[in-house]
């Protein structure tokens, strides 16, 4: 069936550094991707979307493109921040589902 | 506008107990999830309402556990009798429709059960 993989955490870096958190996909039909965060605390907030191939999703500073011929949809930040610590997690939806397949998600922890 | 509410945050039982969680989903959003959410995982699938009538409920542990969506609105999670494996937090998303590219969903912030 339709899953989602995610590279596994945690993850530490410094302010002001690069991330890259990678997610490959496996998915019968053409599903739509999604990167959703978790703050400590809270609930799952939809941080970007994609909803078909070579689409990039952006938000706050985050970045992701559907990748159709790697089956990624890896999430990048050129400069992170403390405040971005949270849990990333990858997912995919798609007609042949009715729920959201989710990875396992990525801790990132960022010191300043 | 207000998002998806959900109660209890917290939750402390022994097992054999039963519990119940609340979900009030956004207003005009047809489509209702839970999901459990064990420690160090991703959320897994219990359970789909489209307006009141069950989409999916393949991975709800029928013996033990139960969900309705009356009036197509408010929905409620059971669990009789609880297991600690049942130890985890159970979200409430919803959804406008389902599948493709609509299907962003809302999460409520979750009830965090202890199973003692």
């Known amino acids: 069936g339709d899953s989602v993989t995610q590279m596994e955490g945690p993850v530490t870096l410094s302010e002001e550094a690069f991330l890259t958190i990678n997610c490959t996909y496996t998915a019968t039909g053409y599903p739509s991707l999604f990167w959703y965060v978790q703050y400590p605390g809270e609930g799952l907030q939809l941080l970007l979307k994609?909803?078909?191939?070579?689409d990039k999703g952006s938000n706050k500073g985050f970045e992701a493109t559907y990748r159709k011929e790697t089956t990624s949809f890896h999430l990048e930040k050129g400069s992170v921040q403390v405040s971005d610590s949270a849990v990333y997690f990858c997912?995919?939806?798609?007609?042949?589902?009715?729920?959201?397949?989710f990875g396992a998600g990525t801790r990132l922890t960022v010191k300043p | 506008e207000a998002g998806v509410a959900q109660s209890p945050r917290y939750k402390i039982i022994e097992k054999r107990q039963s519990v119940a969680f609340w979900c009030n989903p956004i207003s005009g959003h047809a489509t209702l999830y839970w999901y459990q959410q064990i420690l160090g995982q991703g959320p897994k699938l219990l359970i789909q309402f489209q307006n009141n009538g069950v989409v999916d409920d393949s991975q709800l542990p029928k013996d033990r556990f139960s969900a309705e969506r009356l009036k197509g609105v408010d929905s409620t999670l059971k669990i009789q009798p609880a297991k600690l494996e049942d130890s985890a937090v159970y979200l409430c998303?919803?959804?406008?429709?389902?599948?493709?590219?609509?299907?962003?969903?809302?999460f409520g912030p979750g009830t965090r059960l202890t199973v003692l």
């Open positions: 994609a909803t078909k191939a070579d």
């Open positions: 998303a919803s959804s406008l429709r389902q599948g493709g590219s609509y299907n962003e969903q809302f």
């Open positions: 997912a995919l939806s798609s007609y042949n589902n009715n729920d959201m397949r």
